[in-house]
């Protein structure tokens, strides 16, 4: 007879609802109040970001003994599938700007699927103040000025099939607003 691995844990799914958009910090921070663990992953739920990924991070949290590994479009063997031009050239327009300005030391700081330690996530999330898509390059930069060890893994982003994205000028706008202040305090 074979040997076989052992089985994994039994995966458990939590459904948390808000009474709103209440923003994505205070979404991070809904969920940290819900989760349990010693590491939490934070991924889009319209699986835009597909959980094939999550062994990889894992694998590379474990390796580098990373506080946080970062799901990156912008290394090799990583990228975006159903953008249109336009889309692509601001979302890498964005990171290059902002990496330039920070210099976190991160290839993708305004992606969302990242696997955190729980005590770091906890600390990020008291101390950012950006919302929407700059909320996400303040958690990257304020790691990477922490000292945290950061790894990462190439991601392929799909573009959700269903709904539309709230990339607009509004949230242009609060993203530049978000590096400005970055920029001047960090």
Same mark, same amino acid.
Request: no cysteine.
């Given at each position: 007879?074979?040997? %076989?691995? =052992?089985?994994?844990?039994?995966?458990?799914? /939590?459904?948390? =609802?808000?009474?709103?958009?209440?923003? %994505?910090?205070?979404? +991070?921070?809904?969920?940290?109040?819900?989760?349990?663990?010693?590491?939490?992953?934070?991924?889009?739920?319209? /699986?835009?970001?597909?959980?094939? +990924?999550?062994?990889?991070?894992?694998?590379?949290?474990?390796?580098?003994?990373?506080?946080?590994?970062?799901?990156? !479009?912008?290394? =090799?063997?990583?990228?975006?599938?159903?953008?249109?031009? !336009?889309?692509?050239?601001?979302?890498?327009?964005?990171? &290059?700007?902002?990496? /330039?300005?920070? !210099?976190?030391?991160?290839?993708? &700081?305004?992606?969302?699927?990242?696997?955190?330690?729980?005590?770091? &996530?906890?600390?990020?999330?008291? $101390?950012?103040?950006?919302?929407? +898509?700059?909320?996400?390059?303040?958690? *990257?930069?304020? *790691? *990477?000025?922490?000292?945290?060890?950061?790894? $990462?893994?190439?991601?392929?982003? @799909?573009?959700?099939?269903?709904?539309?994205?709230?990339?607009?000028?509004? $949230?242009?706008?609060?993203? /530049?607003?978000?590096?400005? !202040?970055? @920029?001047?305090?960090?």
């Amino acid at each position: 007879m074979p040997h %076989l691995p =052992p089985r994994s844990p039994p995966f458990h799914q /939590l459904l948390r =609802p808000r009474p709103g958009k209440l923003g %994505l910090g205070t979404a +991070y921070a809904h969920g940290l109040a819900a989760a349990t663990g010693d590491f939490i992953i934070i991924m889009d739920a319209d /699986l835009s970001h597909h959980p094939k +990924y999550i062994p990889a991070m894992v694998a590379a949290q474990a390796d580098a003994g990373a506080d946080l590994v970062s799901g990156t !479009r912008y290394a =090799p063997g990583g990228g975006v599938a159903g953008w249109g031009a !336009r889309r692509k050239a601001t979302s890498r327009g964005a990171n &290059l700007l902002a990496s /330039l300005l920070l !210099r976190p030391g991160l290839s993708d &700081l305004t992606g969302s699927f990242r696997l955190f330690r729980r005590g770091l &996530l906890a600390r990020l999330v008291a $101390e950012t103040r950006a919302t929407g +898509y700059a909320f996400q390059m303040e958690v *990257a930069v304020r *790691a *990477a000025a922490s000292g945290a060890v950061i790894a $990462e893994v190439p991601i392929v982003f @799909v573009d959700r099939v269903y709904g539309a994205s709230k990339l607009g000028g509004a $949230e242009v706008a609060l993203f /530049l607003k978000g590096l400005v !202040r970055l @920029v001047l305090t960090m």
